[in-house]
């Protein structure tokens, strides 16, 4: 008789171990638990739908109900778990029983909500999934001014999106500078000048304190800098991992929140690790490879990385997930936006003390048309051990910043950064790349000392 595979979620994390257990044994009966109407879509494509590079949210969804029937794959929609007995082996939803040899919990997240007064009213968006989106879609097409509250990197792409359907778009951020989270402020504020370029307000050092309205919808941001009239709001202020099931069901977890596994991703419960229940996605606590303390990531990649590692341990592989440093790009108009690993501010939070170096280069070589300056960062600790990175440039960030995710994983210091072969040619690179010359000036190698080649005569 078949084992039974139980799935709660329908996400990035969720739905590929559903494919690839399939893909290599039908002895699995799988069922796939979400309570949402849609699934198997990008989330991370919805700002380029909105700002109508993508032609529609249609265009997201990358396999439909046929795909997974083929596939003999069952997937209950509008199914919401509501508890996990890991003794008896039950899920229970509001649509009935389901029994389990193997649980997968990837639940993901939910979008944080500040306790701002008037946060209920209408045209107050916490856009997250697919049917969030499209709400806002909407409700775009009946507004003109936009306040988007928190300048994370999915605030900005959305900022971006809007100023593209000719909105007036104003940003209101807590902090001092934008993408707090994962840029130091002088990069930061390249990305800001780009968004002040294409019409886009930012408030910096701001705080919402209330959103007033006329018949029930918003019409008013009450911030410490002023009062902004506005037809809609988008509050982009994180997330939290969505672990109300399991921690409803005595399953554990850490300090960030996050549900506690084992390396191979099973969970725990009463201080013991349960062989037939695993977590993935970004519902999970992992370990900062920089930092080696429990951390979250909310990146589609990390989700899809934990789902095949959760696919690999059902089938019988010991597989591992290792610490991470969590590469990402941001791509926000023409801008590329990449970072890996700690930023300055995580660093010191974590009682590292960096020490860093900026360089400019150009994405191909001079004389070649449309290259792009392209501005580099690199950290180090004490040792002189890589432990972060921030690219920018209109092209070449993605390639680079998974490079810096190779070697910040590897504890390659700037010495042999610096050392490093880097392959040329005229239309997309310069003979020296920018990241070997951040990591030379980072080491005192300088002009003084060194009769550098022609290309590298635009660095700082
Ligand atoms: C606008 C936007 C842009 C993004 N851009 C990028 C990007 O460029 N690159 C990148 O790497 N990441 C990006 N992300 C993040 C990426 O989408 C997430 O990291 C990814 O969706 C996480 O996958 P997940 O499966 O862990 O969780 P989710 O996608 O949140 O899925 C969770 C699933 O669990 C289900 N669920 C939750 N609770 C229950 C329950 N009790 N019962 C039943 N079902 C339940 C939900 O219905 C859903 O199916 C973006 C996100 C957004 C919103």
Known sequence: MNKKLVIIGAGPAGLPVASQIRKETKDFDITVITDRNYYSYSPCGIPFVVSGMIKSFENLIMRGPKHYKDMNIDIKTNTKAEHIDTEKQIVTTNKGEFNYD??????????????????????????????EAIEVERALKESNSIVIVGAGAIGLEMAYAFRKRNKDVMIIERNPQIMSSILDPDMASIVEEYLESNGVTIFKNAEVTAFEGEKGKVSKVVTTEGEIKTDMVLVSVGVRPNVEVAVESG????????????????????????????????????????????????????????ALVVAENILGTNSVYAP?????????????????????????????????????????????????????????????????????????????????????????????????????????????????????????????????????????
């Open 251 to 306: 399953i554990e977890r850490g300090v960030t929140g996050g549900i506690i596994t084992d390396a191979c991703l099973r969970v725990r419960k009463n201080g013991k690790f349960i062989p037939n229940v695993f977590a993935c996605g970004n519902c999970v606590e992992v370990i900062d490879g920089v930092t080696f303390r429990p951390s979250l990531s909310f990146l589609g990649s990390s989700a899809v990385r934990q």
């Open 102 to 131: 193997t649980l997968v919990i990837a639940t993901g997240v939910k979008p944080f909500v500040p306790n701002i007064k008037g946060i209920g009213l209408d045209g107050i968006y916490l856009m997250y999934s697919l049917e």
């Open 324 to 460: 991470i440093v969590s590469p990402g790009v941001s791509i926000i108009g023409e801008l590329e936006i990449g970072a890996v690993g700690a930023n300055s501010k995580r660093a010191i939070e974590n009682g590292i003390i960096p020490k860093e170096s900026r360089a400019y280069g150009l994405t191909r070589a001079r004389y070649f048309p449309k290259g792009e300056i392209i501005t580099v960062k690199i950290l180090v600790d004490k040792s002189y051990r890589l432990i972060g990175s921030q690219i920018i440039s209109k092209e070449g960030v993605k390639g680079r910043i998974d490079s810096m995710s190779y070697m910040i994983s590897r504890g390659v210091t700037a010495h042999q950064l610096a050392l490093i072969e880097t392959s040329y040619v005229p239309p997309i690179s310069s003979v020296i790349d920018p990241l070997t010359i951040a990591a030379r000036k980072l080491i005192g190698i300088t002009r003084d000392k060194f009769e550098l080649p022609e290309s590298m005569d635009n660095t700082t």
